[in-house]
């Protein structure tokens, strides 16, 4: 029998738990103190945000039968039927698989039901953005004026693509992507748990990998400590199975750049190359670090806005130096269409050289 994926293992069942959503935690808690809810959420971000499990438990805190200042009881048939996954006034519906006008006519038709169990019927929508306008057009009713017991919580990656009528109707979210060292503590206590030798420096490592994501970062966690299994996990490591360059060649590369050194520059990209780094990959995290590189310039000196570790936030301080901050702005031009030019450039080679080259050219 296969084992449950550590991200649904270790997903958050209470406000505290969740990571790196301070404010709607907050707002959450106080709603659930005051009970005060309303009829209608809408929650927006990245993928791997944490915004399935903060509906999963607003769906808790609006059924729990005895909740303390935003804590679940863990104890009642809500609490226990929902940890189970067994909870049938909680319905979960994936707009990208069922958003035709049908599903959500058959969602319509059991709403009109009041709850069998609990003391609220919640649908939660995932990818809502993916409901198609008949079906967006079906639920506007019932969303506007709902029955007492009805909660709709919709989430999507793709805010934009929700139609006003659906946002006027929600209160509305928008969960941050998840700081680096926020990912890294959940990571470490992870990795505790799981008994996974590996190293700090790895884990931020991963952790920058994720982007953002929660989900990803403890995804890839997972895969690494399955290869690394009974052994000690390095940064080297992670690099290397994840064909992530070190983040050592990246700062040597800023430092090609800013002395104009291009055979250095072209020896390094040709290491890269050969160790099979993939393109994409490096050309954004050297965009982040030129970006940083840029706010920090702007700020003088001031890296409170940078989520990098105070080592590497030394290094970019010291790679400003001597540089005026009108040519870092002009290297965003640079990066502008990278995604694209590798999309659809015949040669990715090509197209980090002739970036890269660009950017030296700029720093003079």
């Known amino acids: 029998m296969s084992k449950a994926a550590l991200y649904l293992k270790y997903r958050p069942f209470q406000l505290s738990e969740v990571v790196g959503q301070k404010f709607i935690v907050q707002t959450l808690r106080t709603a659930s103190k005051d009970d005060s ?14 915004k399935t499990s903060m509906a999963r438990i607003l769906a808790n805190l609006l059924t729990c039968e005895n909740p303390q200042n935003g804590v679940l009881c863990g104890k ?5 039927s929902i940890a189970a996954g067994t909870a049938t006034d909680i319905v979960e519906l994936d707009g990208a ?9 058959d969602l319509i038709s059991g709403a009109t039901w009041s709850p069998t169990e609990l003391r609220r019927k919640i ?16 639920l506007l009713k019932i969303v506007e004026e709902p029955p007492k017991y009805l909660v709709f919580i919709f989430c999507t990656t793709e805010v934009n693509k929700i139609p006003d009528t659906i946002l006027s109707r929600s209160q509305r ?15 470490r206590y992870i990795a505790d748990k799981e008994s996974i030798q590996i190293a700090d420096d790895a884990l931020a ?16 966690l997972e895969q690494i400590a399955t290869v690394g299994s009974g052994h000690s996990i390095t940064d080297n490591s992670v690099c290397k199975y994840f064909s992530v360059v070190d983040r050592q060649v ?22 890269m190359i050969m160790a099979s780094a993939d393109t994409e990959s490096v050309l954004f995290e050297l965009s982040e670090l030129l970006r940083s590189a840029m706010v920090i310039s702007a700020k003088n000196g001031d890296a409170k806005l940078i989520d990098l570790p105070d080592v590497e936030i030394a ?33 990715s080679r090509w197209v980090m050289e002739s970036n890269l080259i660009k950017c030296a050219a700029l720093l003079q």
């Open 37 to 50: 809810f309303v009829h209608a959420y809408l929650f927006g971000g990245i993928k791997g945000c944490g």
């Open 76 to 80: 009642c048939k809500a609490c226990r």
């Open 97 to 105: 698989k069922n958003g035709k006008v049908e599903h959500v006519q």
């Open 123 to 138: 649908y939660i929508i995932d990818e809502a953005h993916q409901l198609t306008p008949r079906a967006i057009s079906a």
């Open 173 to 187: 979210f928008v969960f941050r992507k998840i700081q680096s060292q926020e990912i890294v503590g959940r990571l």
């Open 205 to 220: 490592s991963i952790a920058r990998l994720g982007r953002g994501s929660m989900r990803d970062a403890i995804g890839y």
């Open 250 to 271: 990246l700062f040597d590369i800023l430092g090609a750049l800013k002395s104009c050194n291009l055979s250095l520059l072209m020896d390094q990209i040709n290491d």
């Open 315 to 347: 290094k970019l301080i010291e790679f400003t130096n001597g540089i005026k901050l009108g040519h870092l702005t002009k290297i965003a031009g640079v990066f502008a269409n990278t995604k694209q030019e590798l999309e659809y450039g015949i040669n």
